[in-house]
Protein backbone atom coordinates (compact mmCIF):
# COMPACT_ATOMS: atom_id res chain seq x y z
CA UNK A 1 0.00 0.00 0.00
CA UNK A 2 1.31 3.25 -0.62
CA UNK A 3 -0.76 6.64 0.47
CA UNK A 4 -3.62 4.83 0.80
CA UNK A 5 -3.23 3.58 -2.93
CA UNK A 6 -3.16 -0.67 -3.49
CA UNK A 7 -0.27 -1.78 -5.92
CA UNK A 8 -1.57 -4.04 -7.96
CA UNK A 9 1.06 -5.84 -10.14
CA UNK A 10 0.56 -7.08 -13.17
CA UNK A 11 2.56 -9.99 -14.78
CA UNK A 12 1.02 -9.19 -18.50
CA UNK A 13 1.37 -5.57 -19.36
CA UNK A 14 0.79 -5.72 -23.07
CA UNK A 15 -1.91 -3.67 -24.46
CA UNK A 16 -3.94 -6.51 -25.27
CA UNK A 17 -3.92 -7.97 -21.65
CA UNK A 18 -4.41 -4.48 -19.79
CA UNK A 19 -7.12 -3.86 -22.30
CA UNK A 20 -9.37 -6.95 -20.70
CA UNK A 21 -7.75 -6.35 -17.25
CA UNK A 22 -9.14 -2.53 -16.90
CA UNK A 23 -13.01 -4.05 -18.61
CA UNK A 24 -13.24 -6.69 -16.30
CA UNK A 25 -12.61 -4.65 -13.32
CA UNK A 26 -14.93 -1.61 -14.77
CA UNK A 27 -12.20 0.87 -15.13
CA UNK A 28 -11.19 2.80 -18.45
CA UNK A 29 -13.26 5.18 -20.84
CA UNK A 30 -13.57 1.77 -23.25
CA UNK A 31 -10.77 2.95 -25.45
CA UNK A 32 -7.93 1.24 -26.04
CA UNK A 33 -5.14 1.93 -22.96
CA UNK A 34 -1.21 2.11 -22.45
CA UNK A 35 0.28 0.38 -19.34
CA UNK A 36 1.04 2.96 -16.87
CA UNK A 37 4.53 1.17 -16.16
CA UNK A 38 6.85 3.00 -13.16
CA UNK A 39 9.05 4.02 -15.90
CA UNK A 40 6.36 5.86 -17.73
CA UNK A 41 4.95 7.20 -14.76
CA UNK A 42 8.32 8.31 -13.46
CA UNK A 43 8.57 10.26 -16.75
CA UNK A 44 5.39 12.01 -16.21
CA UNK A 45 6.08 13.21 -13.01
CA UNK A 46 9.78 14.64 -14.07
CA UNK A 47 7.58 16.46 -15.94
CA UNK A 48 5.69 18.30 -13.57
CA UNK A 49 8.00 18.57 -10.75
CA UNK A 50 7.14 18.71 -6.91
CA UNK A 51 6.40 16.30 -4.43
CA UNK A 52 4.38 12.84 -6.29
CA UNK A 53 2.29 12.51 -3.26
CA UNK A 54 0.87 16.02 -2.70
CA UNK A 55 -2.87 16.09 -2.76
CA UNK A 56 -3.90 18.57 -5.77
CA UNK A 57 -7.60 17.90 -4.99
CA UNK A 58 -10.41 16.04 -3.34
CA UNK A 59 -12.46 15.04 -6.00
CA UNK A 60 -16.16 14.43 -5.85
CA UNK A 61 -18.56 12.24 -5.54
CA UNK A 62 -16.20 9.54 -4.92
CA UNK A 63 -14.05 12.17 -3.19
CA UNK A 64 -10.81 10.40 -4.65
CA UNK A 65 -7.75 12.20 -3.51
CA UNK A 66 -5.77 13.58 -6.69
CA UNK A 67 -1.84 13.84 -6.22
CA UNK A 68 0.71 14.52 -8.61
CA UNK A 69 1.33 9.98 -9.30
CA UNK A 70 -2.39 9.25 -9.67
CA UNK A 71 -2.45 12.19 -11.95
CA UNK A 72 0.75 10.63 -13.90
CA UNK A 73 -1.05 7.42 -14.42
CA UNK A 74 -4.17 8.31 -16.15
CA UNK A 75 -1.74 10.76 -18.18
CA UNK A 76 0.33 7.41 -18.77
CA UNK A 77 -3.42 5.51 -19.63
CA UNK A 78 -4.43 8.33 -21.48
CA UNK A 79 -0.83 7.94 -23.72
CA UNK A 80 0.47 11.48 -23.01
CA UNK A 81 4.10 13.19 -23.29
CA UNK A 82 5.67 14.54 -20.04
CA UNK A 83 5.43 18.09 -21.46
CA UNK A 84 1.06 17.40 -20.84
CA UNK A 85 1.89 17.25 -17.44
CA UNK A 86 2.20 21.08 -16.77
CA UNK A 87 -1.65 21.33 -17.74
CA UNK A 88 -3.19 18.67 -16.56
CA UNK A 89 -1.74 19.32 -12.98
CA UNK A 90 -3.14 23.02 -13.15
CA UNK A 91 -7.11 21.56 -14.20
CA UNK A 92 -6.96 18.93 -11.62
CA UNK A 93 -6.81 21.79 -9.58
CA UNK A 94 -9.22 23.64 -10.95
CA UNK A 95 -11.45 20.54 -11.05
CA UNK A 96 -11.66 21.13 -7.16
CA UNK A 97 -12.42 24.56 -7.22
CA UNK A 98 -15.33 25.13 -5.35
CA UNK A 99 -17.52 27.32 -7.61
CA UNK A 100 -16.78 24.74 -10.23
CA UNK A 101 -19.19 22.35 -8.52
CA UNK A 102 -17.60 19.18 -9.52
CA UNK A 103 -20.34 17.08 -7.60
CA UNK A 104 -23.17 18.89 -9.25
CA UNK A 105 -21.75 18.59 -12.73
CA UNK A 106 -20.97 14.85 -11.91
CA UNK A 107 -24.55 14.40 -10.28
CA UNK A 108 -26.85 16.19 -13.08
CA UNK A 109 -28.59 14.20 -15.63
CA UNK A 110 -27.39 16.65 -18.14
CA UNK A 111 -24.76 16.02 -20.53
CA UNK A 112 -22.34 18.45 -19.19
CA UNK A 113 -18.64 17.88 -19.50
CA UNK A 114 -15.50 20.07 -18.66
CA UNK A 115 -13.82 21.92 -21.39
CA UNK A 116 -10.23 22.35 -21.12
CA UNK A 117 -8.78 25.25 -22.78
CA UNK A 118 -4.79 25.88 -22.53
CA UNK A 119 -3.76 29.38 -23.20
CA UNK A 120 -0.22 31.25 -23.58
CA UNK A 121 3.16 29.73 -23.49
CA UNK A 122 2.67 26.16 -23.26
CA UNK A 123 0.58 25.45 -25.69
CA UNK A 124 2.96 26.25 -28.86
CA UNK A 125 5.37 24.66 -26.89
CA UNK A 126 3.48 21.35 -25.90
CA UNK A 127 2.26 20.99 -29.25
CA UNK A 128 -1.42 21.73 -28.89
CA UNK A 129 -4.08 22.66 -31.60
CA UNK A 130 -5.40 25.73 -31.60
CA UNK A 131 -6.01 26.27 -35.38
CA UNK A 132 -7.83 23.96 -38.20
CA UNK A 133 -10.26 21.26 -36.32
CA UNK A 134 -9.00 22.31 -32.72
CA UNK A 135 -12.15 20.61 -31.25
CA UNK A 136 -11.86 17.20 -33.40
CA UNK A 137 -9.11 14.61 -34.03
CA UNK A 138 -5.32 14.44 -35.16
CA UNK A 139 -3.71 16.08 -32.32
CA UNK A 140 -2.09 13.65 -29.72
CA UNK A 141 -1.54 16.82 -26.88
CA UNK A 142 -5.17 18.03 -27.47
CA UNK A 143 -6.47 14.18 -27.66
CA UNK A 144 -4.36 12.65 -24.71
CA UNK A 145 -4.98 15.27 -22.63
CA UNK A 146 -8.85 15.51 -22.52
CA UNK A 147 -8.74 11.76 -22.43
CA UNK A 148 -6.41 11.86 -18.94
CA UNK A 149 -9.02 14.70 -17.53
CA UNK A 150 -11.63 12.18 -18.34
CA UNK A 151 -10.00 8.88 -17.02
CA UNK A 152 -8.84 10.94 -13.58
CA UNK A 153 -12.64 11.55 -13.61
CA UNK A 154 -13.85 8.21 -13.72
CA UNK A 155 -10.62 6.73 -11.73
CA UNK A 156 -10.46 8.91 -9.03
CA UNK A 157 -13.20 11.00 -8.67
CA UNK A 158 -15.74 7.92 -9.24
CA UNK A 159 -17.36 9.72 -12.24
CA UNK A 160 -18.72 6.25 -13.71
CA UNK A 161 -21.96 5.98 -15.78
CA UNK A 162 -24.57 5.29 -13.42
CA UNK A 163 -23.33 5.36 -9.87
CA UNK A 164 -20.98 8.50 -10.15
CA UNK A 165 -22.13 10.02 -13.56
CA UNK A 166 -26.08 10.26 -13.81
CA UNK A 167 -26.11 12.19 -17.39
CA UNK A 168 -28.79 10.75 -19.06
CA UNK A 169 -27.76 10.41 -22.56
CA UNK A 170 -23.62 11.01 -22.03
CA UNK A 171 -21.56 12.65 -24.77
CA UNK A 172 -19.10 12.78 -26.88
CA UNK A 173 -17.52 15.36 -25.03
CA UNK A 174 -16.89 13.00 -22.07
CA UNK A 175 -14.11 11.07 -24.16
CA UNK A 176 -12.14 13.98 -24.21
CA UNK A 177 -12.71 18.07 -24.22
CA UNK A 178 -9.26 19.69 -24.81
CA UNK A 179 -8.73 22.81 -27.38
CA UNK A 180 -5.88 25.66 -27.36
CA UNK A 181 -6.64 29.20 -27.56
CA UNK A 182 -5.11 30.45 -31.11
CA UNK A 183 -3.16 33.47 -28.99
CA UNK A 184 -1.33 34.02 -31.88
CA UNK A 185 -5.00 35.20 -34.34
CA UNK A 186 -6.62 36.85 -31.19
CA UNK A 187 -6.79 40.37 -31.89
CA UNK A 188 -7.36 40.99 -28.24
CA UNK A 189 -4.51 38.96 -26.76
CA UNK A 190 -4.55 35.86 -24.50
CA UNK A 191 -8.15 35.06 -22.87
CA UNK A 192 -5.94 34.30 -19.41
CA UNK A 193 -5.14 37.67 -19.21
CA UNK A 194 -8.25 38.84 -19.60
CA UNK A 195 -9.58 36.86 -16.70
CA UNK A 196 -6.82 38.24 -14.48
CA UNK A 197 -3.99 35.74 -14.37
CA UNK A 198 -0.82 37.09 -15.19
CA UNK A 199 1.20 34.49 -16.47
CA UNK A 200 3.14 33.10 -19.70
CA UNK A 201 0.37 29.63 -19.54
CA UNK A 202 -2.72 29.14 -17.67
CA UNK A 203 -5.49 27.15 -18.04
CA UNK A 204 -9.91 27.14 -18.12
CA UNK A 205 -11.92 25.13 -17.49
CA UNK A 206 -15.50 25.44 -18.31
CA UNK A 207 -18.32 22.72 -17.50
CA UNK A 208 -20.64 22.47 -20.73
CA UNK A 209 -21.99 21.11 -23.37
CA UNK A 210 -20.43 20.31 -26.54
CA UNK A 211 -19.88 23.17 -29.07
CA UNK A 212 -22.34 24.44 -31.22
CA UNK A 213 -21.27 25.57 -34.59
CA UNK A 214 -22.61 29.20 -36.75
CA UNK A 215 -21.43 30.86 -39.61
CA UNK A 216 -21.21 33.89 -41.76
CA UNK A 217 -19.63 33.78 -44.93
CA UNK A 218 -20.34 37.35 -46.08
CA UNK A 219 -20.82 39.72 -43.35
CA UNK A 220 -17.79 42.60 -43.08
CA UNK A 221 -19.75 43.96 -39.73
CA UNK A 222 -19.33 42.24 -36.28
CA UNK A 223 -23.34 42.71 -35.69
CA UNK A 224 -24.61 40.62 -38.39
CA UNK A 225 -21.86 38.21 -37.52
CA UNK A 226 -22.70 38.44 -33.49
CA UNK A 227 -26.96 38.13 -34.18
CA UNK A 228 -25.91 34.59 -35.56
CA UNK A 229 -24.26 34.08 -32.54
CA UNK A 230 -26.88 35.29 -30.37
CA UNK A 231 -29.49 33.43 -32.22
CA UNK A 232 -27.55 30.10 -31.51
CA UNK A 233 -27.52 31.45 -27.47
CA UNK A 234 -31.40 32.29 -27.54
CA UNK A 235 -32.67 28.69 -27.20
CA UNK A 236 -34.95 27.16 -24.59
CA UNK A 237 -33.58 24.07 -24.83
CA UNK A 238 -30.62 25.09 -23.12
CA UNK A 239 -30.14 25.03 -19.40
CA UNK A 240 -28.87 28.86 -19.13
CA UNK A 241 -32.51 29.53 -19.87
CA UNK A 242 -33.51 28.45 -16.61
CA UNK A 243 -30.32 29.15 -14.73
CA UNK A 244 -28.99 33.18 -14.26
CA UNK A 245 -25.46 32.51 -13.05
CA UNK A 246 -24.71 29.90 -15.99
CA UNK A 247 -21.99 31.30 -18.41
CA UNK A 248 -21.04 30.96 -22.47
CA UNK A 249 -17.94 30.34 -23.81
CA UNK A 250 -17.66 31.84 -27.18
CA UNK A 251 -15.06 30.62 -29.42
CA UNK A 252 -14.87 33.36 -32.01
CA UNK A 253 -13.01 31.88 -35.21
CA UNK A 254 -9.89 34.29 -36.27
CA UNK A 255 -11.51 35.61 -39.40
CA UNK A 256 -14.69 36.61 -36.74
CA UNK A 257 -12.80 37.87 -34.58
CA UNK A 258 -10.41 39.89 -36.94
CA UNK A 259 -13.72 41.45 -38.65
CA UNK A 260 -15.02 42.54 -34.70
CA UNK A 261 -11.55 44.06 -33.83
CA UNK A 262 -10.97 45.81 -37.45
CA UNK A 263 -14.92 47.56 -36.55
CA UNK A 264 -12.85 48.68 -33.02
CA UNK A 265 -15.04 46.14 -31.09
CA UNK A 266 -12.83 45.26 -27.96
CA UNK A 267 -13.40 41.12 -26.30
CA UNK A 268 -15.90 43.37 -23.85
CA UNK A 269 -17.65 45.33 -26.27
CA UNK A 270 -18.34 40.96 -28.49
CA UNK A 271 -19.89 40.46 -24.35
CA UNK A 272 -22.06 42.88 -24.22
CA UNK A 273 -23.65 42.84 -27.49
CA UNK A 274 -24.43 39.44 -27.10
CA UNK A 275 -26.05 40.36 -23.79
CA UNK A 276 -28.34 42.87 -25.19
CA UNK A 277 -29.30 40.60 -28.64
CA UNK A 278 -29.57 36.77 -26.95
CA UNK A 279 -32.63 37.33 -25.35
CA UNK A 280 -36.71 36.27 -25.38
CA UNK A 281 -39.63 37.83 -24.14
CA UNK A 282 -40.25 37.06 -20.24
CA UNK A 283 -43.58 35.51 -20.98
CA UNK A 284 -41.61 32.74 -23.50
CA UNK A 285 -39.52 31.68 -20.25
CA UNK A 286 -42.67 31.30 -17.95
CA UNK A 287 -44.93 29.81 -20.23
CA UNK A 288 -42.29 26.84 -20.55
CA UNK A 289 -40.18 26.58 -17.11
CA UNK A 290 -42.24 26.80 -14.18
CA UNK A 291 -38.88 26.13 -12.06
CA UNK A 292 -36.49 29.12 -12.65
CA UNK A 293 -33.07 30.21 -10.77
CA UNK A 294 -33.51 33.52 -11.70
CA UNK A 295 -31.64 36.71 -10.33
CA UNK A 296 -34.20 38.57 -8.26
CA UNK A 297 -34.40 41.69 -10.85
CA UNK A 298 -35.47 38.96 -13.57
CA UNK A 299 -38.90 38.01 -11.77
CA UNK A 300 -39.79 41.43 -11.44
CA UNK A 301 -39.88 42.49 -15.16
CA UNK A 302 -43.33 42.37 -17.39
CA UNK A 303 -44.09 40.12 -19.59
CA UNK A 304 -43.19 41.31 -22.94
CA UNK A 305 -39.61 42.84 -21.71
CA UNK A 306 -36.71 40.74 -23.53
CA UNK A 307 -34.56 38.81 -20.66
CA UNK A 308 -31.15 38.09 -21.30
CA UNK A 309 -30.07 34.07 -22.07
CA UNK A 310 -27.80 35.12 -19.02
CA UNK A 311 -28.09 37.15 -15.53
CA UNK A 312 -24.37 39.12 -16.31
CA UNK A 313 -22.54 40.22 -19.22
CA UNK A 314 -19.20 39.05 -17.55
CA UNK A 315 -21.08 35.53 -18.12
CA UNK A 316 -20.13 35.66 -21.74
CA UNK A 317 -16.56 34.67 -22.40
CA UNK A 318 -14.80 35.01 -25.82
CA UNK A 319 -12.09 34.02 -27.22
CA UNK A 320 -10.01 32.72 -30.26
CA UNK A 321 -9.72 29.41 -31.39
CA UNK A 322 -9.98 27.84 -35.07
CA UNK A 323 -8.46 28.12 -38.17
CA UNK A 324 -9.20 29.58 -41.66
CA UNK A 325 -12.83 29.47 -42.19
CA UNK A 326 -15.60 31.92 -41.01
CA UNK A 327 -16.78 29.69 -38.48
CA UNK A 328 -17.55 30.10 -34.57
CA UNK A 329 -18.65 27.81 -31.99
CA UNK A 330 -20.98 28.41 -28.38
CA UNK A 331 -20.53 26.29 -25.77
CA UNK A 332 -23.18 26.40 -23.33
CA UNK A 333 -23.21 25.82 -19.71
CA UNK A 334 -24.81 23.42 -17.86
CA UNK A 335 -25.73 26.12 -15.22
CA UNK A 336 -24.69 25.74 -11.72
CA UNK A 337 -21.31 25.66 -12.23
CA UNK A 338 -18.99 29.11 -12.70
CA UNK A 339 -15.49 28.34 -14.78
CA UNK A 340 -12.08 28.72 -13.78
CA UNK A 341 -8.88 30.01 -14.88
CA UNK A 342 -5.71 29.30 -13.34
CA UNK A 343 -2.07 29.71 -14.09
CA UNK A 344 0.37 26.86 -14.98
CA UNK A 345 3.08 26.96 -12.85
Not at 13 to 41: H, I, N, Q
Not at 118 to 142: K, Q
Not at 283 to 295: E, G, I, M, Y
Request: net charge negative.
Amino acid sequence: MTQGYELLDVVDASPEAMYELFEERGWGDGLPLVPPTSARVDALLEGCGGDPDEVLAVLPPRFGKATRRMVAVNAALAGCKPDYMPVLIAATRALGEKKLNLRGVNATTHCVAPLLIVHGEIAERAGFNSGLGAFGPGNRANATTGRALRLILLHIAGAVPGPGDASTQGGPAKYSYCVAENTAASPWGSFHRSAGVDSASAITLHCGEAPHNFHDMESDHPSRILDKCASVMATLGQNNATIAQGEYFVALGPEHAATCASAGWSRRDVSSYLFQMARLPARVFRAQFDLRAWFPWMHGVADDELLPMTGEVDHIKVFVCGGAGKHSSVVPSWGMTSSVTLPIE
